[in-house]
């Protein structure tokens, strides 16, 4: 027989749990939205996109994993937010000829990498801004991990010149 005070308790303990998830899904929500900004220079364009990916996130919900799972979980956001960005780096190859155009000199750091080609920046942020590592972004964008990992470093190489300019 449950006492008074765990029965008390009970609710209140739900009640936390809900705003956990709560903040937890807005915490991943303004991670997505960040990485979205320094991909897109559109603030709407942005938004779309996160939505689109939380669309995503709930679709892979119902091929077996739970909702809040999905959506709670950053590495799976992340993977969808990669997915979206996927045929970037063939629009990047043949624009530049196969090899990266250097961003302009004297630049800040945010303006520099919105110079980069669109896929040597979402590689660049996905590695350097969330931390996973070659190999993880080059099965989630069916991509060689040595190819991601030069162009990281390139990207590196780049920003480096254009900030100390």
Do not use: K
């Given at each position: 027989m449950a006492t008074?005070?765990?029965?008390?308790l009970e609710p209140l303990s739900g009640c936390i749990h809900e705003q956990f998830l709560q903040s937890e899904y807005e915490r991943q929500r303004?991670?997505?939205?960040?990485?979205?900004?320094?991909?897109?220079?559109?603030?709407?364009?942005?938004?779309r996109m996160e939505i689109n990916i939380f669309l995503d996130a709930c679709r892979g919900a119902d091929s077996g994993?739970?909702?809040?799972?999905?959506?709670?979980?950053?590495?799976?956001?992340?993977?969808?937010?990669?997915?979206?960005f996927r045929g970037l780096f063939a629009s990047d190859a043949a624009a530049a000829g196969g090899g990266g155009a250097?961003?302009?000199?004297?630049?800040?750091?945010?303006?520099?990498v919105r110079q980069l080609p669109a896929g040597q920046r979402l590689l660049y942020l996905l590695h350097e801004l969330e931390g996973y590592p070659p190999a993880v972004l080059a099965d989630w964008l069916d991509l060689d991990p040595g190819y991601c990992a030069r162009l990281i470093h390139e990207a590196r190489l780049q920003l480096r010149d254009a900030v100390a300019a």
């Open positions: 008074r005070t765990q029965l008390q303004r991670r997505i939205y960040t990485l979205c900004r320094w991909m897109l220079s559109d603030a709407n364009r942005a938004r994993h739970g909702l809040r799972e999905e959506i709670m979980d950053g590495e799976r956001l992340v993977a969808h937010f990669a997915v979206h250097a961003p302009p000199s004297g630049l800040r750091l945010r303006e520099a």
